[in-house]
């Protein structure tokens, strides 16, 4: 059930000149939030933005004691409410609705879990990564950036057990070039009999890649789509995605309630 918090900001940590990890005292929505699930927020008082607007929850925050405190948010500095964002300072207020929308789906017992992320795509994969594994699921991260300067939380990931596969776009940091390079070597080296389930979170273009990359393998990507949301809550229709069942014509569902997560298979991606 979501709950509606004013929740205080803990911390603001700068990753870059655009990027920044903001952590906020929200115990209430951070205990039900599932990998992949999303809050709507927007700080306190400020009528510009208007609306709230959607932030996959990035990490799990807990106190010294072990309990649930809080989440943090990863933000890339773009518009009205990422700029407010990336200035918030500790003590400020975050209006925060959550957790909302639908959650990753485990992978099977015998399957590998390989997540794409591209630029601040990688916000929904940390919990993800968090909860395979405690699944002990084979776990890789396919990762790309335009530059080194792009590519956050590495150790992380690592000290998760996580395998990295690193590209930018400038070839400072990984294989250069787009991250579905390492994929494509990696899907063309898997054997047929191991199964893998895939993730993917980033530029539109780039999911649409993956799918359909993984697609030709015979492989699914679940990818998590980043829409405009005017409430999260399926009242004011702006975040519609058009998806086609095989044999059906293209319908249009709201990702804040039947997404954010969809199969790539279903996504109609001409017309998203």
Known sequence: MPVD???????????????????????????????????????????????????????????????????????????????????????????????????????????????????VGLAPFLTLAESLVERLAATRLFYGGRSADDLFYLETFEALGVRLELTTDDGSRGHPGLVTGPLHRALDETDKGISVRLYACGPTPMMQAVTELAATHGRSTDVSLEQVMGCGLGGCYSCVVPVAEPGQPTRFVRSCLQGPVFDGGRIDWDQL
């Open 5 to 119: 918090v004013d929740a205080v900001v803990i911390s603001n940590t700068k990753l870059s000149d655009f990027y920044n990890v903001v952590a906020v005292a929200a115990p209430d929505v951070a205990r039900q939030a599932r990998p992949g699930q999303f809050v709507m927020v927007k700080p306190d008082k400020d009528y510009d933005p208007l609306l709230r607007r959607p932030f996959s929850v990035f990490e799990i925050l807990r106190d010294p004691a072990g309990r649930v405190s809080g989440f943090s948010l990863l933000n890339k500095r773009i518009g009205v409410t990422t700029r407010r964002l990336y200035d918030i300072t500790p003590g400020e207020r975050l209006q925060c609705l959550g957790p909302l929308g639908q959650a990753f789906e485990s992978p099977a017992a015998d399957q590998q879990a390989w997540m794409v992320a591209g630029g």
